[in-house]
Protein backbone atom coordinates (compact mmCIF):
# COMPACT_ATOMS: atom_id res chain seq x y z
CA UNK A 1 0.00 0.00 0.00
CA UNK A 2 1.42 3.76 -0.77
CA UNK A 3 1.65 6.24 1.79
CA UNK A 4 -0.91 8.15 -0.18
CA UNK A 5 -3.23 5.34 -0.07
CA UNK A 6 -2.59 4.98 3.81
CA UNK A 7 -3.44 8.53 4.43
CA UNK A 8 -7.15 8.25 2.49
CA UNK A 9 -7.80 5.59 5.17
CA UNK A 10 -7.28 7.86 7.91
CA UNK A 11 -9.75 9.83 6.14
CA UNK A 12 -12.55 7.08 5.94
CA UNK A 13 -12.64 7.82 9.71
CA UNK A 14 -23.98 0.20 11.68
CA UNK A 15 -27.37 -2.88 12.32
CA UNK A 16 -29.96 -0.11 12.64
CA UNK A 17 -33.82 -1.14 12.44
CA UNK A 18 -34.34 1.30 9.49
CA UNK A 19 -37.52 3.78 10.60
CA UNK A 20 -37.29 6.63 8.95
CA UNK A 21 -37.73 9.72 11.02
CA UNK A 22 -41.22 11.21 11.17
CA UNK A 23 -42.02 14.60 9.62
CA UNK A 24 -44.04 16.38 11.52
CA UNK A 25 -44.06 20.01 13.61
CA UNK A 26 -41.97 19.53 16.95
CA UNK A 27 -41.56 15.70 16.31
CA UNK A 28 -37.08 16.23 16.44
CA UNK A 29 -35.50 14.53 20.04
CA UNK A 30 -34.14 16.26 22.43
CA UNK A 31 -30.49 17.21 20.99
CA UNK A 32 -29.32 18.12 24.38
CA UNK A 33 -30.38 14.94 26.16
CA UNK A 34 -29.26 12.92 22.98
CA UNK A 35 -26.05 14.28 23.22
CA UNK A 36 -25.19 13.54 26.86
CA UNK A 37 -26.65 10.31 26.65
CA UNK A 38 -23.88 8.95 23.50
CA UNK A 39 -20.77 10.85 25.21
CA UNK A 40 -21.78 8.44 28.12
CA UNK A 41 -21.46 5.18 25.56
CA UNK A 42 -18.57 3.38 26.86
CA UNK A 43 -18.09 2.48 23.42
CA UNK A 44 -20.00 2.09 19.79
CA UNK A 45 -19.48 0.89 16.13
CA UNK A 46 -20.49 1.73 13.09
CA UNK A 47 -20.22 0.10 9.47
CA UNK A 48 -21.16 1.41 5.88
CA UNK A 49 -19.73 3.02 2.81
CA UNK A 50 -17.47 5.97 2.30
CA UNK A 51 -16.77 7.99 -0.49
CA UNK A 52 -14.25 10.88 -0.48
CA UNK A 53 -12.71 13.19 -3.26
CA UNK A 54 -10.02 15.96 -2.58
CA UNK A 55 -9.08 17.94 -6.38
CA UNK A 56 -8.61 15.18 -8.75
CA UNK A 57 -7.93 12.55 -6.18
CA UNK A 58 -10.69 10.33 -4.19
CA UNK A 59 -12.29 6.96 -4.17
CA UNK A 60 -15.04 4.81 -2.22
CA UNK A 61 -15.43 1.66 -0.83
CA UNK A 62 -16.40 -0.20 2.76
CA UNK A 63 -15.66 1.02 6.26
CA UNK A 64 -15.96 -0.35 9.86
CA UNK A 65 -15.23 2.05 12.47
CA UNK A 66 -15.66 0.92 16.36
CA UNK A 67 -14.97 3.06 18.99
CA UNK A 68 -13.49 1.19 22.32
CA UNK A 69 -13.23 4.25 24.69
CA UNK A 70 -10.52 6.57 23.77
CA UNK A 71 -9.37 3.59 21.35
CA UNK A 72 -10.19 3.50 17.44
CA UNK A 73 -10.62 0.62 15.57
CA UNK A 74 -10.97 0.91 11.17
CA UNK A 75 -11.20 -1.41 9.58
CA UNK A 76 -11.18 -0.70 5.79
CA UNK A 77 -11.23 -2.70 2.59
CA UNK A 78 -11.78 -1.92 -1.34
CA UNK A 79 -11.25 1.93 -1.70
CA UNK A 80 -8.71 3.29 -3.89
CA UNK A 81 -7.43 -0.19 -5.62
CA UNK A 82 -6.29 -1.39 -2.42
CA UNK A 83 -7.63 -4.39 -0.33
CA UNK A 84 -8.42 -5.04 3.31
CA UNK A 85 -6.61 -3.13 5.70
CA UNK A 86 -6.72 -1.80 9.73
CA UNK A 87 -6.29 1.48 11.27
CA UNK A 88 -5.70 1.60 15.30
CA UNK A 89 -5.44 4.30 16.98
CA UNK A 90 -5.05 4.41 20.45
CA UNK A 91 -5.19 6.96 23.69
CA UNK A 92 -1.80 7.28 23.70
CA UNK A 93 -2.34 8.84 20.05
CA UNK A 94 -0.07 6.17 18.64
CA UNK A 95 -1.30 5.56 15.07
CA UNK A 96 -0.74 2.39 13.83
CA UNK A 97 -1.81 0.90 9.81
CA UNK A 98 -1.50 -2.57 9.43
CA UNK A 99 -1.98 -5.05 6.21
CA UNK A 100 -4.32 -7.69 5.77
CA UNK A 101 -1.22 -10.44 6.57
CA UNK A 102 -0.86 -8.16 9.88
CA UNK A 103 2.25 -6.49 8.58
CA UNK A 104 2.75 -2.77 9.93
CA UNK A 105 2.54 -0.40 6.95
CA UNK A 106 2.75 3.38 8.53
CA UNK A 107 2.88 3.97 12.14
CA UNK A 108 3.11 7.93 13.39
CA UNK A 109 3.07 8.71 17.56
CA UNK A 110 2.49 12.32 19.11
CA UNK A 111 -1.09 14.09 20.39
CA UNK A 112 -1.18 14.94 16.76
CA UNK A 113 -0.20 12.13 14.96
CA UNK A 114 -3.20 11.83 12.76
CA UNK A 115 -3.22 15.72 11.83
CA UNK A 116 0.17 15.67 10.94
CA UNK A 117 0.10 12.38 9.24
CA UNK A 118 -2.41 13.51 6.50
CA UNK A 119 -0.52 17.16 6.38
CA UNK A 120 2.21 15.41 5.42
CA UNK A 121 0.76 13.49 2.58
CA UNK A 122 -1.80 15.95 1.53
CA UNK A 123 -1.39 19.38 2.37
CA UNK A 124 -4.31 19.66 4.53
CA UNK A 125 -5.61 18.29 7.89
CA UNK A 126 -8.15 15.63 8.40
CA UNK A 127 -10.08 16.66 12.04
CA UNK A 128 -9.82 12.83 13.18
CA UNK A 129 -10.73 13.89 16.37
CA UNK A 130 -13.58 15.72 16.07
CA UNK A 131 -15.27 13.27 13.25
CA UNK A 132 -15.53 10.39 16.10
CA UNK A 133 -18.47 12.75 17.78
CA UNK A 134 -19.71 13.97 13.93
CA UNK A 135 -20.34 10.69 13.02
CA UNK A 136 -22.78 10.38 15.94
CA UNK A 137 -24.24 13.50 15.31
CA UNK A 138 -23.02 15.35 18.06
CA UNK A 139 -20.41 18.56 18.16
CA UNK A 140 -16.99 18.14 19.03
CA UNK A 141 -17.20 19.09 22.63
CA UNK A 142 -14.18 20.77 22.80
CA UNK A 143 -14.94 23.71 20.38
CA UNK A 144 -17.39 25.96 19.91
CA UNK A 145 -19.84 24.65 17.07
CA UNK A 146 -22.58 26.34 14.75
CA UNK A 147 -25.85 24.09 14.67
CA UNK A 148 -28.59 24.40 12.42
CA UNK A 149 -32.20 22.53 12.46
CA UNK A 150 -34.79 22.28 9.85
CA UNK A 151 -38.32 22.88 10.58
CA UNK A 152 -39.10 19.91 12.23
CA UNK A 153 -36.47 19.86 14.77
CA UNK A 154 -34.09 17.79 13.02
CA UNK A 155 -30.48 18.41 12.71
CA UNK A 156 -29.44 19.31 9.48
CA UNK A 157 -25.94 21.26 9.80
CA UNK A 158 -23.23 21.27 12.29
CA UNK A 159 -20.15 23.36 11.82
CA UNK A 160 -16.70 23.56 13.60
CA UNK A 161 -13.29 24.34 12.72
CA UNK A 162 -13.56 25.54 9.23
CA UNK A 163 -15.87 22.14 8.44
CA UNK A 164 -19.43 21.49 7.36
CA UNK A 165 -21.34 18.47 8.23
CA UNK A 166 -24.74 17.89 7.01
CA UNK A 167 -27.03 15.28 7.78
CA UNK A 168 -29.99 14.08 5.41
CA UNK A 169 -31.89 11.06 7.01
CA UNK A 170 -31.72 9.75 11.05
CA UNK A 171 -33.01 6.10 12.10
CA UNK A 172 -33.15 4.28 15.16
CA UNK A 173 -30.78 1.87 16.79
CA UNK A 174 -32.00 0.79 20.47
CA UNK A 175 -34.44 3.73 20.77
CA UNK A 176 -31.88 6.40 19.72
CA UNK A 177 -31.96 8.54 16.55
CA UNK A 178 -28.56 7.86 14.92
CA UNK A 179 -27.70 9.65 11.44
CA UNK A 180 -27.89 7.31 8.69
CA UNK A 181 -26.17 9.78 5.84
CA UNK A 182 -23.22 12.33 6.69
CA UNK A 183 -21.55 14.68 4.93
CA UNK A 184 -18.25 16.34 5.60
CA UNK A 185 -16.94 19.45 3.13
CA UNK A 186 -14.16 21.57 3.60
CA UNK A 187 -12.49 23.59 0.97
CA UNK A 188 -10.32 20.98 0.33
CA UNK A 189 -12.28 17.73 0.51
CA UNK A 190 -15.69 16.15 0.99
CA UNK A 191 -16.17 12.77 2.39
CA UNK A 192 -19.40 11.00 2.32
CA UNK A 193 -20.26 8.70 4.95
CA UNK A 194 -23.61 6.42 4.55
CA UNK A 195 -23.84 4.15 7.83
CA UNK A 196 -25.39 0.83 7.36
CA UNK A 197 -25.52 -0.25 10.86
CA UNK A 198 -24.98 1.16 13.98
CA UNK A 199 -23.98 -0.86 17.17
CA UNK A 200 -24.57 0.89 20.88
Given amino acids: MSVARAGWLIILVSLAGC??????PGAGPDWVQRA??????PGWEASGR????????????NIRWIQDGVNVH????????????????????????TGKAGAVTLSYAGSDAVE?????QFGWSFPARSTRYWILGI???????????????WLVTL???GWVVSYDRFVTEQGRWMPHKIVMRHERARVRLIVDQWRL
Fill in 19 to 24: VSRPVV
Fill in 36 to 41: ENLLQL
Fill in 50 to 61: IAVKSGKQGGQG
Fill in 74 to 97: IGLHGPFGVGAYQIDWNGDDDLVV
Fill in 116 to 120: RFMTD
Fill in 139 to 153: ADPRFTSRVEYDADG
Fill in 159 to 161: AQN
